[in-house]
């Protein structure tokens, strides 16, 4: 069974800067993604990895699969960024589910 | 843009209760989730579905779960006798594999007295 370890938990921060969330798992994996909760409970997908890098406006998502590590950026930050952001693997392919992080609940400040 | 919907938002039953949650995945999309949030707790996996049958199920999802897909388009999950630990927001996904993104739907409250 895969752990999925998220750090910080909570992050608080002033508007502009450059944030960094990380996730770790325990299991070798063949996706892993970085999904976004609003306050009111709305999940959204912000990035599914395998490998590598990518980047979306002023996410940028890595992974390490060597080191069973993934860090989410957020450039310049906004009020808006204010979410819990939430790391997701999955072991296997085809239909096999989520196993989920607890979350990294962040707080921009204007 | 396409998205995955669920009905109803909220719901209130009695301990004991049969309920069903449904929802629309994205009309091309094949692979199909249920996952559970209790209050204050990480997201959890409770099933996926594929060609008309389960794929994978967690222990969670016992005897008292059942999912379906009725009509070629609604994705129901089915809880036949609910406890209080049930209490929860239910979530529903969708993928058009299983290899890609799964896009979530707005969840549905459930709250068992």
């Known amino acids: 069974k895969n752990e999925v370890e998220q750090s910080p938990q909570n992050l608080t921060a002033q508007e502009g800067e450059f944030i960094t969330i990380n996730c770790s798992y325990s299991v070798g994996i063949s996706a892993l993604h970085w999904l976004q909760q609003h306050p009111g409970g709305g999940i959204v997908s912000l990035f599914m990895l395998s490998s590598g890098k990518k980047k979306h406006g002023r996410l940028i998502a890595t992974i390490n699969i060597q080191e069973k590590h993934s860090s989410l950026h957020i450039t310049a930050s906004h009020p808006r960024d204010s979410a819990v952001y939430i790391c997701a693997v999955v072991s296997g392919g085809g239909a096999d589910g989520l196993t989920f992080g607890k979350g990294t609940h962040l707080i921009i400040q204007p | 843009e396409p998205e995955v919907t669920q009905t109803p938002s909220h719901q209130v039953t009695q301990m004991g209760q049969e309920v069903i949650l449904r929802c629309v995945p994205i009309?091309?999309?094949?692979?199909f989730y249920w996952y559970r949030q209790i209050l204050g707790q990480k997201v959890e996996f409770l099933v996926s579905f594929y060609n008309n049958e389960i794929s994978e199920k967690s222990e969670i999802f016992d005897d008292q779960f059942s999912v379906e897909r009725p009509d070629g388009s609604n994705f129901t999950l089915k809880i036949r006798s609910t406890k209080l630990e049930d209490s929860a927001m239910y979530f529903c996904?969708?993928?058009?594999?299983?290899?890609?993104?799964?896009?979530f739907g707005p969840g549905t409250r459930l709250l068992v007295l």
């Open positions: 996904a969708s993928s058009r594999t299983g290899q890609e993104t799964q896009y």
């Open positions: 009309s091309n999309h094949l692979y």
